[in-house]
């Protein structure tokens, strides 16, 4: 690991007035490297999400980005430099038109063109308001700006969540997309089948702590089950 870490997190505790969630979470992502967050409800992986973003601060433990200390960097300058939480769902204006939703991430017209090259679905309604694409298709318009721009980091908080089957491998394949062009991806996901075929390494969270990680081949079927029902 060491300075090739894109993102690292050391001995994070963290939590809310009310509760104490994480119990020295340690994880790390490398640059083109998808690791998949699996565990139970409840057991942090939002929180971890947050903590990764700069949207909580760990009471103690250290977040480091390409190795810089950045544990008490908020959002903002995080995000600016390079370590973004992934538009939740609708991370779009719905009033706005398709097109006018992409330029106010890519004012380049050369840039959205290669969006609807990619993605001819929204090119053939680039001018109908966002808010009348599907909750799949609205996802899809929220991430595909970052393939034009690929960010050193991306945290996504469960980006198929209450989507469309076909839309999921959709959204996996962006994401993997995103991963071949070096971005270091943490990805929570609910649907850790499916998510296996896309992670190159998978971390379980279990009441607040890592609890295995490892790579994808080594990933036993009594692990999802531990993931789904919280038995670990
Ligand atoms: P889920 O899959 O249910 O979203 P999770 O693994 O993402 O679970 P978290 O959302 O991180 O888990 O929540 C962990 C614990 O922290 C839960 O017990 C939850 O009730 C609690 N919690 C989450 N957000 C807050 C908050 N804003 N204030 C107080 N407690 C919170």
Redesign the pocket.
């Known amino acids: 690991g060491g300075e090739k870490d894109a993102l690292a997190l050391h001995g994070i505790h963290a ?5 104490a ?1 994480l119990h020295g979470v340690h994880l790390t992502v490398r640059a083109g490297e998808i690791l998949a967050l699996l ?12 903590v990764a973003a700069g949207i909580l601060t760990p009471r103690t433990g250290q977040v480091l980005a390409d190795g810089r200390d950045v544990t008490r960097t908020g959002p903002v300058p995080r995000s600016r430099a390079g370590t973004l939480l992934a538009p939740e769902g609708r991370g779009i204006f719905p009033a706005l038109t398709i097109d006018e939703n992409l330029a106010l991430h890519l004012p380049d017209r050369t840039d959205r063109d290669a969006v609807y090259e990619r993605f001819p679905a929204l090119a053939a309604r680039r001018t109908v308001s966002a808010g009348s694409l599907s909750g799949g298709e609205q996802q899809l318009l929220a991430l595909a700006p970052l393939l034009q721009r690929p960010p050193k980091v991306l945290i996504a ?2 980006p198929s969540l209450g989507l469309a089957p076909r839309v999921v491998d959709e959204v996996f394949r962006l994401l993997a997309e995103l991963r071949d062009a070096g971005t270091a991806l943490l990805l ?1 996901e ?1 649907k850790a089948a499916e998510i296996l075929g896309v992670a190159d390494r998978v971390a379980y ?1 279990s009441q ?1 702590r890592v609890s295995w990680c490892g790579p994808r081949a080594e990933v036993e079927a009594d692990r999802l089950t531990e993931a789904y029902l919280g038995i670990a």
């Open positions: 939590g809310y007035d009310t509760a969630v565990g139970p409800n409840g057991a942090g992986k939002t929180t971890t999400c947050r908080d469960e929570v609910e969270l607040g």
